[in-house]
């Protein structure tokens, strides 16, 4: 499993702004992160963000450890 893997990602349809909203509440808490027209690339964008999210948290975390 891929640490990313671990963390809840969907997408929800908008109907106010008539877009796919992504969401990662364990990562974005504070609400959507992406939006698009179209279902799948919201996910894709998303899927792309959590990475991100996932290696500069690691990175950080080597930081901190190099530290101590």
């Known amino acids: 499993m891929k640490a990313e893997d671990q963390f809840l990602e969907f997408v929800q349809w908008d109907k106010d702004d008539g877009v796919y909203v992504g969401f990662c509440p364990d990562l974005f808490p504070w609400g959507g992160v992406c939006h698009r027209g179209e279902k799948e690339e919201t996910y894709h964008q998303l ?19 190099r530290k101590n």
């Open 47 to 65: 899927c792309a963000l959590v990475r991100e999210e996932v290696r500069d948290l690691a990175l950080i975390q080597g930081r901190a450890s």
